[in-house]
């Protein structure tokens, strides 16, 4: 049996930045940031101010996400505690393991969501149906 996630297993991670007279870098390696291994990246971007994105779970796959430019918050939902992260600054990422349900919302406009996944796209990792979500996370 595994253990169900809880929306305070998600983390708040700060990555670093190193600061220059130029501006800023901040430096992202496997395993050694988030607590898995990057098979995947993608972003979201060009979404309107105020629109909202995801409204799913996985099964399997972890994600850590970015507000690479602008903000956005996320909603966690394990089915039984709600959480929400606000995230505004390109250092700090938000990791989401497993079996959360996670939204985001209230996008500034020109926000870019950087999103690096622990799998490649499955769909069958995906749970899309809310009620579907909420009995998975109770038979499993």
């Known amino acids: ?9 998600c983390a708040v991670i700060d990555l670093g930045k190193i600061s220059f007279d ?3 870098l901040t430096v992202l390696e496997n395993n050694s940031n988030f607590p898995f291994e990057v098979k995947r990246i ?10 909202s994105r995801g409204a ?7 994600q850590f996400l970015v507000a690479a430019s602008g903000s956005f918050e996320v909603e966690l939902d394990d089915g039984k505690f709600k959480r929400q992260i606000f995230l ?15 939204s985001e919302v209230n996008f500034s406009s ?19 149906n809310y009620e579907t979500f909420l009995n998975y996370n109770e038979s499993n």
Request: aromatic share 12%; hydrophobic share 35%; charged share 20%.
């Open 1 to 9: 049996m595994r253990i169900k996630p809880s929306v305070f297993d």
């Open 22 to 24: 130029e501006g800023n």
């Open 42 to 51: 993608f972003y979201l971007y060009d979404i309107a101010g105020g629109e």
């Open 56 to 62: 799913h779970a996985h099964k399997e796959c972890h």
């Open 88 to 102: 505004n600054r390109p250092n700090i990422g938000l990791h989401i393991p497993p079996g959360i349900w996670a």
């Open 110 to 128: 020109g926000a870019i969501c950087l999103v690096l996944a622990s799998h490649p796209y499955s769909e069958a990792d995906y749970i899309r």
